[in-house]
C-alpha cells in the first residue's frame, strides 16, 4: 500500500510544502511544472519554465494569437509563474545529483 508522499515525487513534495497555503495552488503547479520539465540541465529546465509562464503567439505570424495562449495573462502573474517554476527545477536538480 502507498501512503501520501509516496503519491508524487519528492520534487513535487517540495513544492506541496514550499507553496502549501490555498492562494498559493496555482504556484504549486507551476513548480510541478518545473519539476517535471523535460530538459535535464538547469538551462533546459529553464527555458521549459520561460515558455509554460510567458505568452507567445499560437499562430504564427500572429501575434494577436498570443492571447489565447494559457500562460498567465498579467506581467506580475507570469513572473510569479516563472519563480515557482524555477524553483521545481532546483528541487528536480537538486534530487537529480543527489542520486
Known amino acids: 500500500m502507498m501512503i501520501p508522499q509516496q503519491w508524487t ?6 513544492c506541496t510544502h514550499k ?5 498559493q495552488i496555482p504556484w504549486r503547479v507551476f513548480c510541478k511544472k518545473g519539476c517535471d520539465a523535460n530538459g535535464d540541465s538547469w538551462k533546459e529546465c529553464a527555458e521549459d519554465c520561460n515558455e509554460i509562464c510567458y505568452k ?3 499562430i504564427k505570424d500572429h501575434p494577436w494569437s498570443a492571447y489565447i495562449d494559457r500562460s498567465p ?8 509563474c ?3 517554476c524555477i524553483t521545481g527545477c532546483a528541487y528536480k536538480v537538486s ?3 543527489e542520486d
Open 19 to 23: 507553496y502549501a497555503a490555498l492562494t
Open 73 to 80: 495573462g498579467q506581467d506580475d502573474n507570469s513572473v510569479e
Open 56 to 58: 507567445d503567439p499560437v
Open 9 to 14: 515525487s519528492p520534487c513535487g513534495n517540495n
Open 95 to 97: 534530487a537529480e545529483t
Open 82 to 84: 516563472y519563480n515557482a
